[in-house]
């Protein structure tokens, strides 16, 4: 029997005491144990990574404009570092209602926070709630490698704990604040917050309001799902919700939440954060080369300050894409040619399913565009082709075609050099094309890229009207008064750097040249004789603390021709624009009626279209064609396909820079010329045509134009005047009567000095030295020729043309042409 009386053990000795003893103490070595455990495995783990790595951030390289507006952003991670110091408070406030609100108590680790996302994923073995602290998200985002997000394991939950914990112990909560700011990621392409301020609201994050600092915090749970772009009402939803977690912890009155609340979210346009352009390309290539390191260009952060007008680059890139477009729908382009809207179709396709392999290199018509500033050289547009993302050769810079007429105002400005008048008369009559040789070695020179469809001989003309016509006869026959070697030396002082062949069909463009160098080259015109030394892209690069690295030099002009040569040929080139070649300017495609300059430029066979033209302020050249050279189509001339883009252009520079009127230098006169003889006029220069009902008309035979003393004639016009006549007969070789017996004009040049140039085959199935293997579709096979026998002394040179096929303006076949009676050169 229990005896009550009997005194009761002491607790301690109890068994149940001793029980719970023995499991408390087990507990404690256990937990001692697993501590130990932990911070052998993940302690060890974590104090072997280097926390500097913190700070160190790739951070983009940042392309302005002229006009200071960002072109581009060129990096790995799109990141523009921000200090702690200029971030508003209001958006360190939003972070931490919207992410860790007992961010400035805890540790590193919200014990809180750990231990309900831990009675609520206990079962599941995986983490499914957050619980993460700011400074375990900055260890995540620091160190991906080690803490992968895919990885949402207990070890890696753990692990992160301890890095968290390290970070703590060596860093200030505004250090860590200022690193989670720059380096977390905020959806679309943007890494930190001054990157995703920018790109989403178009501002820095220093002002960044009370909404926007919410929205892009509230972003951070699902940065791609919840952007504004994306999910415009997710957004406001989230940006609702961390306003009221503000209100709530006492961040913000009533009145601040409900001014945020009502504040309408006013997101910019997306555009792409790496913008994909053969000008950003290529200022990229540029500061490489600069500081002699590509991959710093990457990750340090450059301010890349530029000549690029980004308005203009704008208006350059839609234009050349959206003209050329309209080119393709056009029944004469030809269904057998590629188009942009069929090659982009099955780009997209191939890229929606994740292929690797490059699709096969664009066959559609190509374009590009430069535009400098004439006197700096800078460049103010450049577009390399109609898509970056298809094909990343830069055909302004790198592509070398013929330039076909564009080429003729060096031929002019060297001729106008070298004592030619601007109104010395040339023949625009049929020429063998055996002296020239463009597309084979028979033919009448006329037919290849006379610039337009209705082109037609016009007998003697002007210098200065052949130019403004582009008559591609009276242009040889002026070509071979002044010689090659002048044209190439010229070229070459216009910074032409392409190689220009010795024969006489490089005077109507068939070397291969670039858009930039005969874009350079046409400055001189509007500069008075005078280019830029070189053109540049490039004003300035600074480090991301402001220290300037680069700076361009400034370098003086180079002089190339006579501010009277420039004048002379600008004159033809501005006539040009009103009723010449490129009369389609103002006609057809709304050109702002300013003195303006230009010239359109078709190539042998309508493969390569041009157009280099001016203001006072800016040079603008244009090109088209194939990448495999062959004829956009039949009639496809310059002033059709590329004239527009260059309109479009001009028209949005005028407003930035103005085009001034071009002041004619004081050491050009004018003077009346006749037609007949391109002598000075004399009161007899009249001639008498049958009018239409068969009455005889009277009318001057004379023309005006502007040219310096040196140059003009001195003599009087030697076919209606006996003064003329008896001057001709003192100090001229005889010369030969025409059947009226009257005095003819002498010919331009001697031609017993030029032999035509014999090939060893036919330039289709032998050798190709001019490039015109597979272009003689519009002729008959070349028929040799024999050297014409020497002329007379006084007698000019008379070839006999063979029969040649030409193309019919009105249609797309060749035609038969009967041989002329005889060809005078």
Known sequence: MWDASLPKKPFYRRKWFIALAVLAVAGLLTAVGGMIYLQVVFGSRAAELDLSKLGEMENASIVYGSDGNILGRIYIQNRDVIALDQIPGHLVQALVAAEDNRFFDHPGLDIIGVARAFLKDFGSGRFRQGASTVTQQLARNSFPEVLPSSDRTFRRKILEAFVALRIERQFTKDQILEFYFNRVYFGSG??????????????????????????????????????????????????????????????????????????????????????????????????????????????????????????????????????????????EYGKEHETFAQYQQMYRQRRNRGEDEPLHPPKYLQGSLVAMDNVTGGVLAMVGGRDYSHS??????????????????????????????????????????????????????????????????????????????????????????????????????????????????????????????????????????ERPAKPYIIERVEQKDGMVIYERPRLNPIRVIKPSTAYEVHSSLADSLEFGTADKAYSQYGLKRLPLGGKTGTAYNFTDVWFVGYSSAITCGVWAGFDSPQPIY????????????????????????????????????????????????????????????????????????????????????????????????????????????????????????????????????????????????????????????????????????????????????????????????
């Open 190 to 331: 943007f890494y930190g917050i001054e990157a995703a301020a920018h790109g989403y609201f178009g501002k820095s994050a220093r002002d960044l309001t009370l909404s926007e600092a919410a929205t892009l915090t509230g972003m951070l749970k699902s940065p791609n799902n919840l952007s504004p772009w994306k999910n415009r009402q997710a957004a406001i939803g989230t940006r609702d919700f961390v306003l009221g977690r503000m209100l709530e912890l006492g961040m913000i009155d009533q009145a601040q939440y409900d001014a945020a609340i009502s504040e309408r979210l006013a997101v910019k346009n997306r555009r792409p954060v790496y913008t994909e352009s053969y000008a950003v390309e290529f200022i990229r290539q540029q500061v490489a080369a600069l500081i002699g390191d590509d991959d710093s260009v990457y990750g340090d952060g450059y301010r890349i300050y530029t000549s690029i007008d980004s308005q203009l680059q704008q208006v350059a890139e839609r234009s050349l894409k959206a003209r050329l477009t309209e080119v393709e729908q056009r029944g």
């Open 392 to 529: 990343e050769y830069n055909r302004a810079l790198f592509s070398h075609r013929p330039p076909g007429t564009a080429f003729l105002p060096i031929v002019y400005a060297a001729a106008y050099e070298n004592g030619v008048f601007p109104g010395s008369v040339f023949s625009d009559t049929v020429i063998d094309n055996r002296q020239v040789m463009i597309g084979g070695t028979t033919g009448v020179l006329g037919e290849w890229g006379p610039e337009r469809a209705d082109n037609q001989y016009e007998g003697n003309i002007s210098a200065h009207e052949a130019l403004v016509k582009s008559k591609n006869a009276a242009s040889v026959r002026l070509g071979m008064t002044v010689g090659l070697d002048p044209v190439i030396d010229l070229a070459k002082r216009a910074r032409i750097d392409g190689e220009l062949r010795p024969y006489p069909a490089t005077f109507l463009g068939s070397s291969e040249i670039t858009l930039e160098d005969l874009t350079l080259a046409f400055t001189m015109f509007p500069n008075g004789g």
């Open 634 to 825: 039949r009639g496809g001339f310059s002033n059709r396909i590329v004239l527009p883009v260059w309109v479009d252009f001009m028209n949005a520079s005028f407003a930035r820079y103005p085009a001034k009127p071009f002041i004619r230098p004081q050491t050009l006169r004018k003077y009346e010329v006749c037609r007949e003889s391109g002598m000075l006029a004399t009161d007899e220069c009249f001639e008498n045509i049958t009018g239409v009902n068969g009455e005889s008309i009277r009318y001057r035979t004379t023309f005006t134009a502007w040219g310096t003393e040196e140059q003009a004639p001195t003599h009087a016009c030697h076919v209606h005047s006996n003064a003329g006549l008896a001057f001709l007969a003192q100090h001229q070789r005889p010369n030969a009567a025409g059947a009226s017996g009257q005095p003819r004009a002498l010919p331009v040049v001697d031609p017993t000095q030029f032999v035509p140039v014999a090939l060893k085959a036919s330039t289709v199935l032998g050798d190709d030295p001019f490039g015109t293997r597979g272009r003689n579709d519009l002729h008959a096979e070349a028929t040799p020729t024999p050297k014409p026998a020497a002329s007379e002394p006084g007698k000019p040179q008379v070839l006999r043309a063979q029969p040649v096929r030409t193309l019919d303006r009105g249609a797309d076949s060749a035609v038969e042409l009967e041989a002329p009676p005889a060809i005078e050169f």
